[in-house]
């Protein structure tokens, strides 16, 4: 899915999130992606607007409320809904170069 479709509020803050914000126009599939200033890492916090509207939990390759095909990845900070076969083909090369990377028996 084309960046310009994927629609998403960003916060950072000190601290774990302890409520999220009433957005008046958020749909269903917007996203809202928090991370916490005093973790080291770059891991980010992300909930969908689910059909229930309401916020949702979601992770990697967490579905699309409506798109069925498709699943959340977040790459640079920035997430998007991409087909699932993307993901299957990510793992097929990382298999792939795990076994051209294995000694060969003789």
Request: proline share 7%; glycine share 6%; charged share 25%.
């Amino acid at each position: 899915m084309p960046a310009q479709y994927v629609f998403w509020y960003s916060h950072t803050g000190h601290g774990p999130l302890t409520y999220l914000p009433v957005i008046a126009t958020t749909s269903i599939g917007h996203l809202f992606v928090y991370r916490n200033l005093d973790l080291d890492d770059d891991q980010r916090s992300v909930w969908v607007f689910g059909r229930g509207e309401e916020w949702e939990t979601v992770e990697e390759k967490s579905p699309h409320p409506l798109l069925h095909n498709r699943g959340l990845r977040i790459a640079n900070g920035e997430p998007n809904w991409l087909k699932y076969n993307f993901f299957k083909q990510t793992e097929n090369r990382v298999k792939e170069k795990e076994a051209s990377q294995q000694p060969v028996d003789r």
